[in-house]
Structures are given as C-alpha cells and as structure tokens.
C-alpha cells in the first residue's frame, strides 16, 4: 500500500495556524502537505490531491496585491475547504462580495446552523448550535451564485458556505484551533467523506512505509546516527533498527550534562532492550573541563556544542564504513527552513540535530522522520516499542544543564542540580501534574543564602522551579501548581539534596522572560 497515494493540500496564506490545520488532518489520518499559496498549478496538478484547504491569512483579499491563487485552481473538480482569508478568496473568485466587517470578531462565537445542514456538517452541530473561534476584520457580504449560507453567527451573517455540488465548502471561523471545539470533527469530514479519503495514515502503515524506503535508500550501506536520548533520535533510532538492524551504529554521547541515570536509561532503553548498537562516550570530564571558567551563555552553548562535534566525528571516523549520517529532522523542521510563508523550495535544515557537522563528512543524509509532526513522532515511537516516558517526555535542550546552572558549569552543581530535578519530576508524576504541563524543570543558582538546621546555621545554595504551559514554546505562561505540591518539592529537595536550604517559584512569563534561564 502506498501511503501517500492519497493527500490533501495545504496552501498557506500566512495564518498563524497553518500548521495546526495539517495536524487536523493527518489526526484523521490522512497524508498532508504544506506549500505556500502560489504553489504552481501545473505542480498541483501533478500532485493530484483528493482535497484542498486554503488557510487563512492576515490580508484582505481586495488589497491591491493580496496573495491569491491561480483562479484555475477552483476550476480543478477537486475538492476545496476554504478557511477564513480561504472562504473570502473562494467567494471573491465565484462572484460574492467581500467587504471589512463593521465589527472585528475575535474570540468565541456561536454559530447557528441556517438551512439543512448538507454532507460536511454530519455531527458538526448539537441542536443547531456549535461554538466556533472567530479572528477576521473581513467578511463575505454577499454570497456567489450556486453557494448557499450554512451558518451564521451574531457578528457574520455569513459564516460558513457551500456549493454541495462542486464540493466547495468555506467558513469564516477557525476548525483547526481547540477553542472550536468540534473543529476536529468538520477537519475529519471534509478529508473522509468529501475528499473520500480512507484514512491510511496510521502509525502502523507509516512505520511499515518508513521501513521498506530506509531499505531501499540504504541498501547494504552503514548508517551511523546521533543518539541523544531526546524524542526525534530516540524515535530515528528505533524506526531504522527495526529496517535496518546493525548496519545501524549510534553514538551516545554523554557530556555529563544530563539528567539523573540519564545515560543508563538511554543504554537499557536502545542496547540492552531493543538490541540497537550503541556505542556509549563517557565525556563528562571533557566538557566539564572545556567548561571551566566559562560564564557567558552563549559561550557555553558553542563550546558545548563544539566539543559535540569534535567527539562525534572522533567516533563516526571509527566506523569508516558508514557512508549514511541520520537524523531526527521532523516537518516542522522542514517547515520553518522552507523560508516563511512565500519560500517555494521545501529545503531541509541540514543537519539540524548535530549542530552543524562539517561538510567534508560528506555522508547522505537519511531522515526518515521528516514527513512527521511531533505527536507523530511519538506515535509511532510508542508504536516501535519505546518506553511511554521517553516519548513523552518533556523537551530537554540540546547543552543539557549546562544551560540551567546560571555561570560556570562545575561537576558539583550538576550532581546538586540533578538530584533536584529528579525529584521535582517525581513529584509531578506521582501528583499527575506531569502531562498537564508543557515543561518543567529546575534551575542551579550559584548564590548562598543562610538558612537554619538544627541548631546550626547553613549557607547554601539556591534552586528555582520552573513549570510552563505553552503551545508553541514561543510564548508561555507559568503554571499554577497546588501550594501543597510546591511544599512537598521544596521540602525533599531541601531535605534531600545536600548543598541547597532554599527553594523558589518562577512566575515569569515568556515574553519577556525566556523559559530556560541560561
Ligand atoms: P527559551 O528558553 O528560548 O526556550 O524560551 C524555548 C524552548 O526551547 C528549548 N531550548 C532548546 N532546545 N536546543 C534545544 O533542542 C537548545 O539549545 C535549546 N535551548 C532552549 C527550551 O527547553 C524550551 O523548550
């Protein structure tokens, strides 16, 4: 079977939430693509989606200029979901009217169903109603001929159209965002019943694709990869072991800068486990020792990702057969190195994962993961077999702790640092606050501070949790963990931890702060 035979397109006019609209769709398990709107027709039409979806975007679609499509698009017969600026460009182009609204809608709205409901509102609506996310300063005045109002809502009369017929759907508001929150249902049936998609985009059909092409592609070759015990190598490793076995070689690299029984876990997971061949540096005291002194954040970053290369290429010219370099790229990787809303080419950001390996490696580069969205990822990560925690697991940056103890990276604040942090996250495992955060963690500050034990006075270091809800990662806010879950933590780091009598709460927000604090 092949996988991909059957995909609808993205074109992206700039929303903000583009992307967020592919993941709908690949949740009703059907193969998608992102390309900018002025995607070539001829291009479309070699492609040969079952579907198309025109995103929404910041213009105005009467603005001298506004991005658009080709108008043969709408005349291709195939299947078209306008969104927003995409329902304005559909209704523009068949002959309706498109004006500024007298009042911008932003935020939540009822929308109320006008007439008989046709094939894509299925379950879409409850007793006529359905709450939906509006962000427009447009709206459709008057509608083109052949169309019919679906809905409305207090602020757009028009809010959502059809002409059943030619399988021409817009709406006004937002399906892909969680405020709509049947959104997912109208996703899934204009790609299944619409388009007639099956749906094959499972994890077990991508695993099986993924499979026989890092086959195809490698042959008989040798592989060597990256490991860091992260999400995406983790998953990259699983995926081409399982095609691939031992012509695949990891390198773990383990710069001391992890998380308590980090490295173990990585070798028990891969090597022992799944049988993958992993080949272990211990290199704490490399870094620590390329560390000393060293106080400025970036500086620390680019020697720490410095020293990662150099011993990364030490190893990979061990395993001189190995003529293929993998990598966890993933498609939002690919996405955001396409060059923002109007780049045409799909180009890849080499070499991602690594930092930059030096051209004169001259390895092919095979990414089997750079289709894939992150919930993907972890997907059909659990899916190989991989331990629930290390899928899920929260993001942990490339230099590790060295971007959490703030100044000089020393041996003895790491070990303080990573006891800390494993019992915060023990805590908020064992208080189910773990998966309803985005990311938690804590921080090394290296001031003291007097504190009392016993009958004797301590002076101490200082540890700052830090727990964040976010989306993006672009932007996030501090989580209100319960009080007494706070005590807890505080209490047994400083209990339990040797060198720390004082534990505080970070309660900055990003902007203008930054999660990490570095
Ligand atoms: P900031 O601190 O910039 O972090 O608000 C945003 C997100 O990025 C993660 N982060 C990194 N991830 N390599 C990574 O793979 C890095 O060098 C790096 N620096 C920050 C951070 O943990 C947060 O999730």
């Known amino acids: 079977m092949d996988i991909h035979s059957e995909k609808i397109l993205i ?26 709107f002025d ?36 005349e291709l017969g195939i299947p078209i979901l306008g969104i927003c600026y995409g329902m304005q460009l559909l209704a523009r182009h068949f002959g309706g009217k498109v004006v500024p609204a007298g009042k911008r809608e932003y935020g939540h709205a009822d929308l109320v169903l006008k007439n008989k409901p046709g094939p894509l509102w299925g379950s879409f609506f409850v007793e006529g109603k359905s709450p939906v996310w509006m962000s427009h300063g447009d709206h459709v005045e008057e509608i083109p001929l052949g169309f019919e109002v679906v809905a409305q809502t207090d602020n757009a009369p028009v809010a ?34 619409i388009c007639q998609c099956k749906g094959q985009w499972t994890p ?25 015990g992260g999400v995406d190598s983790s998953v990259a490793a699983a995926l081409i072991n399982r095609a691939i076995g031992d012509q695949l070689t990891c390198v773990f690299v383990d710069n001391g800068l992890l998380r308590l029984a980090e ?38 970053r680019r020697v720490i990702g410095n020293l990662f290369i ?66 993907e990822v972890r997907a059909i990560g659990e899916e190989l077999g991989l331990p629930h925690q290390m899928v899920w697991r929260h993001p942990f940056p490339g230099p590790g702790l060295g971007v959490r103890i703030l100044g000089e990276v020393k041996k003895e604040y790491a070990d303080i640092l990573r006891q800390a942090d494993a019992i915060y996250i023990d805590e908020l495992y064992a ?25 004797g006075r301590t002076y101490e270091y200082v540890i700052a949790l830090r727990a964040v809800e976010t989306k993006d990662f672009m932007t996030a806010g ?40 570095e």
């Open 310 to 375: 150099n011993i990364f290429e030490e190893e990979a010219a061990r395993i001189t057969a190995a003529t293929w370099l993998a990598q966890g790229t993933i498609y939002p990787d690919v996405i955001e190195s396409a060059g923002g809303k109007t780049g045409k080419a799909h180009s890849i950001k080499s070499h991602h994962n690594v930092g930059g390996l030096p051209e004169y490696m001259k390895l092919n580069l095979l990414e089997p993961l750079k289709e894939l969205f992150k919930d």
């Open 204 to 228: 077990g059909h991508i695993i099986n694709d993924a499979v026989s092409r890092i086959r195809e592609q490698v042959g008989t070759d040798k592989v060597i990869l990256g490991l860091s």
């Open 431 to 455: 208080s189910g606050y773990y998966n309803k955060i985005s990311q938690a963690f804590t921080v090394f500050l290296p001031v003291k501070s007097v504190g009392v034990m016993g009958d």
């Open 11 to 36: 074109l992206d006019f700039g929303s903000q939430y583009t992307q967020l609209i592919a993941r709908r769709v690949r949740e009703a398990h059907v193969y998608c693509e992102l390309h900018p």
């Open 263 to 300: 490295g173990d876990q990585v070798m028990a997971t891969f090597a022992e486990n799944m049988g993958v061949k992993v080949l272990r540096v211990n290199a704490e005291d490399r870094f620590l020792q390329a560390l000393r002194g060293v106080t400025d954040p970036e500086q620390k």
């Open 39 to 74: 995607m070539d027709l001829e291009a479309i039409r070699e492609y040969d989606p079952q579907g198309i979806i025109l995103s929404g975007g910041p213009k105005s679609v009467y603005d001298d200029g506004a991005p658009a499509v080709e108008e043969a698009l709408f």
């Open 478 to 517: 501090w989580s209100k963990l319960p009080y007494e879950l706070m005590g807890r933590i505080a209490n047994r780091i400083i209990n339990e931890v040797r060198g720390v009598n004082r534990v505080v709460y970070d309660i900055s927000s990003k902007p203008p702060s930054t999660i990490e604090w």
């Open 160 to 193: 959502a159209i059809q002409d059943v017929d030619r399988h021409l759907y817009g709406v006004q508001f937002h399906p892909e965002v969680n405020h709509t929150p049947r959104g997912e249902i109208l996703v899934n049936t204009f790609v299944r019943k």
